[in-house]
């Protein structure tokens, strides 16, 4: 008889997770607090907009692919995708304004415009991405560090040496572009990892490849078409999921795990896997003694930005924006030092508009669906004051440089900021997407898997290997089951 796994939370981990194990014959059931399966992507729905709350990007498309045909199937017996173009739009803080289009020709003029022989270089550039890419797939991403060991890899280390792993994306990028610009549009996608390009591995500028080469896409119904998609997955193995029900505490006997205590109710289990918040699970769910960490360790961690989002219905169509858009700030460090150095509200904060009532049915005939992510420091004071002044500011900086008056058409507002994180997602500090891919917090130096002292308890999510993003946590879970079927199975 296989074990039963117990999952806590229905995020993309928790459900990959939860699809995997029930393919591999273990018995499972997964609860989650919120109504909605799917985590930072859930969906708010009102006045006859329907917004996206987290996810609208579809990074690295091949990882999903990947993840699917594991069971014989093709994300399209889910979800359809829709490729965008052009790509995204740039509104630069001199006034500029830039498409960046979907072909690889159109991006290489653009880089040629942005700077001297910039197709050139870029050309150069992509090629090492791209290279890094199909390594860090094949090599770094699938698989589990257990030890110092792991990395001592000879092979590896000379892989990371070609990776040019050991500098900054920013040292890395500078390397090969003089324009502010040409390397913003390279190191905007740092954002997407929760971190700064200034202490990030250059490892991560594969970000460009899944930018460029691979191509924009769109899941028509939105982010939560994609959950929905992996739940049903988990379902057809015979995952049994509950949606509105809190995990209370990890019960464990003599260092191993008994069970979960619920809202519902105890229930037992052989093998317990937290998709919750890391720090959540180990300070709230399970006894001092048990946990693998201290509040020092904690302390000394350099977590994902959190975000101020807006979700904003107007009654008029926006026609200065694309899907997806960006106003880069020229002096950006001084953003991602609010963020990383000296946590406050960022005054010049560079930003994310995305519209996807321009590509699908998420708002009403003649009207816009505008989600504004900023990206903000975890941690730090989230109040009404502060909320109504902060959206002013970026609402009326978006009606100068998108030529729209956002006050005279706006039917809807929403803000989502680090205490709905924290409330709705048992979010460490708010963060909005975990801990940060920073140097020592990559690879081996994410968290572990497995508890340090609780046998039969395990991780999956944006906190551990390979980090942040839907794709890398679909891995996280891929990784964690092999380990866990390599020990029970
Ligand atoms: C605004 C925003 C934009 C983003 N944009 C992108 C993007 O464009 N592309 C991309 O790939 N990624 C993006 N991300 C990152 C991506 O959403 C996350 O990395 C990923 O969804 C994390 O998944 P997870 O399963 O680790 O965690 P989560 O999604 O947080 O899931 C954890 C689940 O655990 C549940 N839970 C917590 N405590 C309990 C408890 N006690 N009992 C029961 N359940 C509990 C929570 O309710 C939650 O549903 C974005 C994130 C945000 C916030």
Redesign the pocket.
Known sequence: MKKNIFI????????SAAALAAKKGYKVRV????QQ?????QVLKKDGFTFD????????PDVFDRFFSYFGKQTGDYYKLKRISPNYRLFFEDGGVRDVPSDIEGIYSLFDELENNGAEKLKKFLAVSSYQYRTAIDKFLYRKYDSLLDVMDFQLIKDGIKLNIFSSIDSFVNKYFDSVKARQILEYTMV?LGASPYNTPALYSIMSHVDFDLGVWYPEGG?NAVAKGYESLAKEHGANIETG????KIVTDKGRVRGVE?SRGFAEADIVIS???YY??EM??IDRESRSFDENFWNRKIMGPS?F?LYIGTDKKVETILHHNLYLAENWKEHFDTIFKQPSMPSNPSYYISATSKTDDTAPGGCENVFV?VPIASGIEDNEKIRAEYSDKIIKHMSKILKFDFESHMKVKEIFSIND?MR????YKGT???LSHAFMQTALFRLPYGSKKIKGLFY????THPG??????TI?SEVLVDSIEKIYG
């Open positions: 806590i939370g229905a995020g993309f981990g928790g459900l609860i989650d607090k919120n399966v799917g985590g930072r992507s709350m987290g996810p609208s990007w579809y990074l690295m997407f982010f029900v809190n995990a209370l619920t998709n919750a918040d959540f699970t709230n769910l975000a989002l992510l994180f709705e997602y048992n979010s909005a997407l975990g999956t999510g944006h906190y942040i993003g839907i794709p890398m946590v996280s």
